[in-house]
């Protein structure tokens, strides 16, 4: 079992900079492909960004692609979600999520919800105006 915490989420104005962290419980972290995920009110959960157990791919979805970065820290155990020129469009709950499988050629595995085994409980993101 892996805990994730999410943090780092808060208020920012439009064309703001902010970092999020994941925080896992596992020394295995290293072993895990992780991904970023979001929720606004009353939408689905979106894949945001995601990144392979050593840093060496990473994919992110098409709005975010010019403005977000994915980065991970094995000897934390934490991923990070680096996101500027942020807008209101990007408010939403942010989650953090870990996946047994380390690595798929196939990138497009990285965006599909049922890949990923664990889950953070999230933590929000508002851009205000």
């Known amino acids: 079992q892996v805990h994730l915490v999410e943090s780092g989420g808060g208020l920012v104005q439009t064309g703001d900079s902010l970092r999020i962290s994941c925080a896992a419980s596992?020394?295995?972290?290293?072993?895990?492909?992780m991904g970023w995920f979001r929720q606004a009110p009353g939408e689905e959960r979106e894949f945001v960004a995601a990144i392979s157990w050593n840093g060496g791919s990473t994919s992110y979805t098409d709005s975010v692609k010019a403005r977000f970065t994915v980065s991970r820290d094995n000897a934390k155990n934490t991923v990070y979600l680096q996101m500027n020129s942020l807008a209101p469009e990007d408010t939403a709950v942010y989650y953090c999520?870990?996946?047994?499988?380390?690595?798929?050629?196939?990138?497009?595995?990285?965006?599909?919800?049922?890949?990923?085994?664990?889950w953070g409980q999230g933590t929000q993101v508002t851009v205000s105006s």
């Open positions: 596992e020394s295995t972290f290293g072993n895990y492909a």
């Open positions: 999520a870990a996946s047994l499988i380390a690595y798929w050629s196939d990138s497009a595995n990285y965006a599909i919800r049922d890949k990923y085994d664990y």
